[in-house]
């Protein structure tokens, strides 16, 4: 009974607590049992460590939420890389036939992880962004080439004269003939046999109504003896245009079309071209 009426008279003694301001106001002075005192302390130690835990709280959901847009916007970058090179695959696989480039879609669409090693995948997709570059690149090349290329007959007929050494059936001596006679009736629509420019629309001399297309990548190609032509120098056609109607204009001893093909500077046989596919 002498302890607890010691224990009490110990933690209920009061404890005078003043505060003494640095100015002209008055002090003040408070009375606290020694108990209360520990019932603050604790309580200000309580109220501590629960701000703490909840700024560490507070400080660990915004470094979630920063990573988590970042995350986000990454796979929307990857997204949108990824939907490019599928509609550019689709177009080269028709083209070409080739194989899909699986390695960047199965890096995107892999579940057993349940993660995206984000830095692999960019190289995979700058690997593949720049095959697919090279891959434009030498489309662009062919498709050059294609469309600079003469293919098919300018009109269809009868080969009267080949390409080579023979007589001249007009002049009787023996001389080049640089490109092919197609025999066809006159005013038959003559049409150009690859993508080019108009170099030449006029009279040439033994040629008569001449035409010459500049169809680039070192190809020229030439359309004589015609009743008239329809184009004008400097102007652009496309494979299959009509660009004049067969004659007999110039040295010519009938109707037809004399058709050349020059490629870097030196006629060629036409026949190689002739049938050659063609859309």
């Known amino acids: 009974m002498h302890k607890v009426r010691l224990f009490f008279q110990k933690n209920f003694t009061p404890v005078t607590i003043m505060l003494v301001p640095h100015s002209r106001f008055r002090s003040y002075s408070i009375k606290l049992p020694v108990f209360g005192l520990y019932v603050i302390l604790l309580l200000s130690i309580v109220g501590t460590v629960y701000l703490v835990g909840a700024s560490l709280q507070a400080a660990r959901f915004y470094q979630a939420k920063a990573r988590l847009a970042y995350v986000n916007s990454q796979f929307a970058e990857i997204s949108n890389t990824v939907r490019s090179l599928k509609e550019s695959e689709s177009k080269f696989r028709k083209l070409f036939s080739l194989e899909s480039k699986t390695d960047v879609m199965d890096a995107v669409l892999v579940e057993d992880t349940g993660s995206v090693n984000m830095d692999a995948l960019k190289k995979q997709i700058d690997s593949s962004i720049k095959s697919v570059s090279e891959i434009r690149l030498y489309l662009a090349e062919q498709k050059d080439i294609y ?32 490109g092919v006679d197609i025999s066809i009736p006159s005013g038959t629509p003559l049409r150009a046999t690859a993508e080019g420019v108009v170099s030449f629309a006029g009279w040439e001399g033994r040629g008569g109504n001449t035409v010459v297309v500049e169809d680039g990548n070192g190809f020229r190609t030439a359309f004589a003896h015609n009743r008239e032509n329809i184009v004008k120098v400097g102007q652009r056609v496309r494979r299959g245009d009509v660009i004049a109607y067969s004659g007999a204009t110039g040295a010519a001893s009938g109707p037809h079309v004399h058709y050349e093909v020059w490629k870097n500077g030196k006629s060629v046989d036409p026949a190689d071209y002739l049938d050659r596919w063609v859309d």
Request: no cysteine; aromatic share 6%; proline share 9%.
């Open 147 to 178: 469309l600079s290329t003469p293919i098919g007959w300018p009109a269809k007929g009868k080969i009267s004269s080949e390409y080579g050494i023979r007589v001249h059936p007009l002049l009787g001596r023996r001389m080049l003939h640089a």
